[in-house]
């Protein structure tokens, strides 16, 4: 779900079993990621996984930074994080969305070898695209509520429509 010009590129870890089931990203029930986006106001109501196709009208759109399903993200190798990262970059310099937003600062992290990187914008740009990371909404980040996480989506999407 990609599109040239979006204001807002969110970028999973990888497809969870579930998303591979349906073909929708953050498809799991325990996954936060929609009610967050709306809860931050960037969709006017609560969107469904199956509904995913929409996010474009908002100027939004949604990818992965590894292509690989697995149950869980411990699961994927250094390696496959690095690939991951040079195509995810190469993406983003061909449709040039006006920020990247990495859902998951150990991703981000492990993605572009920046071991320091924390929740928020970051130094890095990829040609004239921002880098945003968030919280990665899978219910096992516990530390993170529904309503922290919809505060960091909603400072990244004042940024973005400025």
């Not at 690939?83 to 970059?89: D, E, F, I, P």
């Not at 990829?126 to 899978?138: E, F, K, Y």
Request: proline share 6%; hydrophobic share 45%; with cysteine.
């Amino acid at each position: 779900m990609i599109a040239a010009g979006l204001r807002v590129l969110f970028c999973g870890i990888n497809p969870g079993l579930m998303t591979a089931a349906t073909g929708h990203h953050f498809a799991r029930p325990g996954n936060r990621f929609w009610p967050v986006l709306h809860l931050s106001g960037f969709t006017p109501r609560l969107m469904k996984p199956a509904e995913q196709v929409e996010l474009l009208s908002y100027g939004l759109g949604i990818t992965n930074v590894v292509p690989r399903a697995t149950a869980r993200a411990d699961e994927l190798s250094a390696e496959e994080y690095r690939a991951g990262g040079r195509v995810l970059a190469a993406k983003v310099a061909q449709v040039r969305p006006r920020w990247l937003a990495v859902v998951g600062v150990t991703a981000y992290r492990a993605a572009f070898n920046d071991g320091k990187a924390q929740v928020g914008p970051q130094e890095r740009t990829i040609g004239d695209t921002r880098v945003w990371v968030l919280p990665n909404p899978s219910g096992l980040n516990a530390h993170w509520t529904a309503g922290t996480m919809a505060e960091e989506f909603a400072r990244l999407r004042v940024a973005a429509e400025t």
